[in-house]
């Protein structure tokens, strides 16, 4: 059975990969929230580069990860090199049972409902076009890697290619007013305590730059590995803080903060301020056309942990085998769709995905203290090392405390649901494949 995945993924493909696998709706509508609570363009600047350093840091600190460790799976190897296979199960548990099926729906019908935006859907149509999108990008990457990786940087191209046709439309036609940045430090009135809106800014920013360490899971198909996953980390994260402070800034420039009364609104009056009446067509578009991005990005990257745990023996066998033709994990990545699928037909999904927003969280925390675990162990290849170590990770944990702290506060009762779900696949793991993975190894030469 050949499961030996090829490297042809390079600097570019893993670039855009970041890039185009974060940037979604979110772009045009977190901007929102976040200026009406903070209340002021300069602590809405001090979020975002704030943001952008500290996953600046959890990004060089993934970098060292991934290039000690240039395999497919990204999180689950470094999870599993440093704490053993059951951890690193339980990882993979949450990730194929909720978290990468859910996500996948989630952006598939996402996509469907802003296309209903502009094409009249009934609600069985938002379905039906939420599940071709999830087949669509499936096959194109069961079809081979270099298609798929195509797919996503022609996606970004299109992306960032309405993001700056916006910012140079509105500026360059003077269309929004330089008065809404005044006053710049001053808070306006009304708005939140500033400690709450602070609090609020950077879960939303968090969640604004969310997924870039999934570029670890294609490392097994990565060029040169060793200098390209940390180069394509760090400049994807420096591009995102760029582009979000961009849109950000154009957003003010034109709608006034004390105009905005939610997300959908704010993206609509600046449509309309851009493109009159065709505005709301014209941000719908670009809405399917950016979270056609994410999606691609999710259905490329999450089969890798599915076929990285079944070449492990933790997993059925069968998934760890490539397309005899095409040399990708077929059956992983069709595996994700059809779950996917269901998904999107059952409906109901959102609420069970913010269950394990917490629990993601600490495997990200636990992934990044392996950094101290693994460096003291001297295990992997130390072709490159994070800069600022140790204050790099401990910039990024910091953040990620604080996120659980306020997660945590918000919904108790979810985050303690979404651990005992994860808990649950202890008991798999020990009675499933404890002993078939032993019994795999010692027949192992």
Known sequence: MNSELKRQIGIRTATAFVVGGVIGVGIFLTPAGMAKSLGSPMWLLIVWL????????????????????????????????????????????????????????VLAVGLATYAGHVVNLSPLGTKSV????????????????RLGAWFVRGLLFLKIGLLAFIFLWAVGFQLGDWSNFSPFAARRAGSPPLIDALAGGFVGAFFSFAGWWDLGKLAGEVRDPKRVLPRALGFGVVALTIIYILTSFVFIYLVPMDQVSSGETFAAQAGEVLFGRAGGVVFSLGVVVAVFGCLAAVVMSAPRVYFAMARDGLFIRSVASLHPRYETPAI??????????????????????????????????????????????GAG???YLTPGYPVTPAIFLALLLVMLVLLFGDKPKQALLGVAVVSLGLPVYLFLFRDKRLVEKEGQP
């Open 381 to 383: 290849n130390d072709g």
């Open 332 to 377: 992983a990545i069709a595996l994700q769709a059809v779950l996917a699928s269901i998904l999107v037909m059952v409906g109901s999904f959102n609420e069970i995905m913010s269950y394990f927003v917490f629990v993601v969280i600490v495997f990200i925390a636990l992934t990044v203290i392996a950094l101290f675990k693994l460096r003291r162990s």
């Open 50 to 105: 704030t943001m952008g350093v500290t996953a600046l840091c959890g990004a060089l600190c993934y970098g060292e990860l991934s290039a000690r460790y240039p395999e497919a799976g990204g999180g689950y190897v470094y999870l599993r090199e440093a704490y053993g296979p059951a951890v690193a199960f339980m990882y993979g548990w949450m990730a194929f049972l909720v978290m990468d099926p859910g996500l996948t729906a």
């Open 130 to 145: 939420a599940i071709a999108s999830i087949v669509m990008v499936a096959l194109v990457n069961i079809r081979g890697v």
